[in-house]
């Protein structure tokens, strides 16, 4: 059975802005910025899997007596929790 690789998202999603802020800074090679771009792409592919992943486990844990208990996320339920942290 093959292996599944744990994606760190922070860590992925900081590369991914580090590589950003290079290219856009205009100072890379073509060659270089084609590299970046490459690898760019390959952690948004891993970023978007991490989060798909997290959303299926927010789903299992939200089942209820066999079925899905679906609600809508409120963004400012959490800005207001981290006020008070």
């Not at 994606?7 to 590299?35: N, P, R, Y």
């Not at 771009?37 to 089942?63: H, I």
């Not at 079925?67 to 809508?72: F, R, T, Y």
């Amino acid at each position: 059975m093959a292996r599944v690789k744990k994606i760190d998202f922070e860590a992925s999603l900081s590369e991914l802005e580090a590589l950003v802020d290079q290219m856009e800074e205009g100072e890379l090679t073509l060659e270089e910025s084609l590299k970046a771009f490459e690898a760019g792409m390959k952690l948004t592919r891993d970023c978007q899997q991490a989060l798909k992943d997290a959303e299926q486990k927010v789903e299992v844990l939200m089942k209820q007596g066999g079925e899905l208990v679906s609600e809508p996320l409120d963004p400012d339920e959490f800005e207001d929790d981290a006020d008070e942290a």
